[in-house]
Structure formats: C-alpha cells, structure tokens
C-alpha cells in the first residue's frame, strides 16, 4: 500500500505529456518554501492508501490522453521515503506499459532507491541549492545524498531533468546559480533544467495549521528575476526553461 497526500489527474507540469500526479505523504526534508506542508509529517488523517491495481485502474482510464510521452508521476512529499512500496507497484505499472516519472528531493540514497531510479523512465531532482550551509538553511538538510543522486542517475545515462526554486535574498544569489550550473554542466542524462519562481500561493495553509513561515515577508520572484537566473544557467546548460 502506497500512502498518498493527493492526486492529480491530466496535470501538465510534472513531467512530459499529460500525466496521473500521485503526490504521497511524508518527507525527509523541510523546506521553508514548501507549499503543501500537511505532506510532510506521515500522520496526515486526509491521506489515502492506494495499491498498484488502484493506480493502473486509474491509468487506463487516463490512456487516451497520454499522448508525448504522458504517463504517471510520483511526486510528493517524497515519493523515496515509501521505496519499498514503490518499488513493486512501479514494476507493474512498467509491465503495463506506462511511462514513469519520479519527481524527488533527492534526500534519500540507498541501494533499493538506485533501484527505483532504475525503473523510473525519467528523474526530475529539485536540487535547492548548490552549496551546503545555504541548502541546510533551506530544508534542514544537507546536500550530499541529493548530489549523489544526481551523479547516479549520471552514470546510468537515464533521463534527467533538474528542477531548482528561485527565491528572492536565497536562491537567486549569481554566485551560486552560476556555481551550480557550472557543477552540472557535463551531465550527459540532463535534457532539461527547470527554473521554478518563488510564489505565495501555499503561504496560507502555514497558518491553518498553525506552523510558522520562515520566509514570512519574502516577496514572489518576478519574471525579471526569473530571466536573470535563466541567462546565467543558459551560458554552462542547455535546454534551460522557466516552469
């Protein structure tokens, strides 16, 4: 049984085609932007518990429209904190023949998630920051299973997309974005590099469940700064796009 946060059907942002976004619960991470915060902790009464029938049943229905490359994402929370779980459920939904994404923070780093990245036609990595104090500021968590990830994923020669935040006074110092382009730009996996503005819209939801917001007072990133990051990534990565 997989236990899952939410679900969204014929989203267009997770991945290629139209997809089935399976969101599951828990993460390892605390990122101080993060806009679904009930995903986070593993007891959230609002969550669901799905089998691998549950999820190709859903799939079938959804075929029709799978079209350039559209098939399942799991998303999260952090999908590789149910690895286990996943692991056979994405066996079967490859055997039926459905395209795989695995939209992940990068946090966990074992033989069985090698595996699961093994299956998976396509990786997104949110890598958050590129250097170590600052993505510690950012998630409580170091970088270094993320990077390994990221340099896994490298060696199999499997598709990778990397995914980074852009907030304003965190995220969008030039040093940085210029540091962490230039440390992927000999990836051969990576086809795209996503560039995801900072918004408020999950601001709200920090006071419903009566959390505190780090980043209280920091404003959304603008297209202005959206482009600057995008021109400092273009000169070391290719295929750079804003989200």
């Given at each position: 049984?997989?236990?899952?946060?939410?679900?969204?059907?014929?989203?267009?942002?997770?991945?290629?085609?139209?997809?089935?976004?399976?969101?599951?619960?828990?993460?390892?991470?605390?990122?101080?932007?993060?806009?679904?915060?009930?995903?986070?902790?593993?007891?959230?009464?609002?969550?669901?518990?799905?089998?691998?029938?549950?999820?190709?049943?859903?799939?079938?229905?959804?075929?029709?429209?799978?079209?350039?490359?559209?098939?399942?994402?799991?998303?999260?929370?952090?999908?590789?904190?149910?690895?286990?779980?996943?692991?056979?459920?994405?066996?079967?939904?490859?055997?039926?023949?459905?395209?795989?994404?695995?939209?992940?923070?990068?946090?966990?780093?074992?033989?069985?998630?090698?595996?699961?990245?093994?299956?998976?036609?396509?990786?997104?990595?949110?890598v958050k920051h590129i250097n170590r104090?600052?993505?510690?500021?950012?998630?409580?968590?170091?970088?270094?299973?993320?990077?390994?990830?990221?340099?896994?994923?490298?060696?199999?020669?499997?598709?990778?997309?990397?995914?980074?935040?852009?907030?304003?006074?965190?995220?969008?110092?030039?040093?940085?974005?210029?540091?962490?382009?230039?440390?992927?730009?000999?990836?051969?996996?990576?086809?795209?590099?996503?560039?995801?503005?900072?918004?408020?819209?999950?601001?709200?939801?920090?006071?419903?469940?009566?959390?505190?917001?780090?980043?209280?007072?920091?404003?959304?990133?603008?297209?202005?700064?959206?482009q600057r990051a995008k021109k400092i990534?273009?000169?070391?990565?290719?295929?750079?796009?804003?989200?």
């Open positions: 049984m997989l236990k899952v946060h939410s679900i969204e059907t014929f989203g267009t942002h997770d991945g290629p085609g139209i997809r089935l976004v399976i969101f599951t619960q828990g993460c390892p991470f605390r990122c101080a932007y993060c806009h679904n915060p009930d995903s986070q902790t593993w007891n959230n009464p609002k969550a669901i518990e799905l089998t691998a029938e549950d999820i190709i049943e859903r799939l079938q229905k959804e075929k029709p429209y799978f079209k350039n490359g559209g098939g399942v994402t799991f998303s999260g929370g952090e999908p590789t904190l149910q690895t286990k779980e996943l692991l056979p459920i994405c066996q079967q939904i490859k055997q039926a023949g459905f395209h795989i994404t695995l939209d992940t923070c990068g946090g966990i780093f074992t033989e069985e998630t090698q595996q699961l990245y093994d299956l998976c036609d396509l990786v997104m990595l949110d104090d600052w993505h510690v500021k950012l998630t409580k968590h170091s970088n270094d299973t993320v990077l390994k990830n990221a340099h896994y994923r490298e060696q199999t020669g499997k598709e990778l997309w990397l995914r980074y935040v852009l907030v304003p006074g965190w995220t969008d110092q030039d040093e940085y974005l210029k540091e962490w382009a230039q440390y992927f730009s000999d990836f051969k996996s990576i086809t795209k590099a996503q560039i995801l503005p900072y918004h408020l819209l999950g601001v709200h939801k920090y006071a419903e469940l009566g959390l505190d917001y780090i980043l209280d007072g920091v404003r959304a990133a603008t297209e202005s700064d959206a990534f273009e000169k070391h990565l290719k295929a750079v796009e804003i989200a």
